[in-house]
């Protein structure tokens, strides 16, 4: 028969036990964030080149990389015109010219980390043109795509936001558009843009979490939001 100072121990020890077990689950569920291919960004992109932005924690891979929150896959690219895609007309921005070269890049987002996000601005190409770059901007804009799959790219609803809903689990696969610069546009330019190649692709995550309330705002009254300083680095 056991001692009540033998009982007393074995509660304490068991005790000890369930806690310990208890805070292995808990610090679980908090792990940081899964990262993909971190040292690859060395060999993804060159060094001294302004696409690194200072500051902010490097997510890399080859098509495809993912923080935990977002997973960001490119699947394919294509240089077209202003006059084949479709613009649509919009009194807050100004329509391309016909001849303006285009990049249209087609990636897929998807929403892993159980939060709430939006897709829009932040994203950069970093098109090589022979052994120099060539200067793209993204732009958000109303456009008409019939003959491409997907036939989706980030809207701009009427100049308030370019932005795409992503619930948690959610997926938007689109196409993003950057103006591609040349000296002079001229009919020639999209033969000149043919030989480009798009070197790779960043987006650059600030935000995420919180309660959407569209247009791109969120509130973090009710649900924390995360103020973050990530980028992807993704080469094709």
């Known amino acids: 028969m056991q001692s009540k100072g033998q009982l007393i121990l ?10 310990a077990a208890i805070t292995v689950v808990y610090y679980g569920s908090e ?14 992109v060159s060094k001294g080149l302004s696409y690194l932005t200072s500051g902010y924690t490097y997510v890399c891979g080859i098509g495809s990389a993912l923080d935990g929150r977002l997973n960001i896959t490119v699947h394919n690219y294509r240089f077209d015109q202003a006059k084949n895609i479709g613009f649509e007309p919009n009194p807050y921005e100004q329509l ?15 929403n892993i ?31 008409s795509l019939p003959n491409l799959s ?3 790219a980030i809207p701009d609803y009427l100049g308030r936001c370019g932005c795409i809903y992503l619930p948690p689990e959610g997926r938007a696969n689109l196409w993003l558009l950057f103006y591609i610069s040349f000296t002079s546009l001229t009919n020639s330019s ?19 979490g919180g309660s959407y309330l569209g247009y791109g705002a969120f509130s973090c009254r009710t649900t924390p939001c995360q103020d973050l300083r990530v980028e992807f680095i993704i080469a094709p």
């Open 10 to 19: 074995a509660f304490v020890v068991v005790s000890v036990i369930v806690v």
């Open 31 to 44: 792990s940081p964030p899964v990262t993909t291919q971190d040292n690859s960004c060395d060999s993804i």
């Open 96 to 110: 391309p010219l016909p001849d303006t070269v285009i990049l249209l890049v087609n990636v897929t987002v998807e």
């Open 113 to 143: 980390g159980g939060g709430n996000a939006t897709m829009g601005a932040g994203f950069q190409a970093a098109v090589l043109n022979g052994t120099s770059y060539a200067g793209a901007t993204q732009t958000i804009a109303n456009v």
């Open 150 to 152: 997907p036939n989706q």
């Open 190 to 208: 999209i033969a000149q843009a043919s030989a480009f190649k798009l070197q790779f692709l960043t987006y650059w995550e600030h935000g995420y």
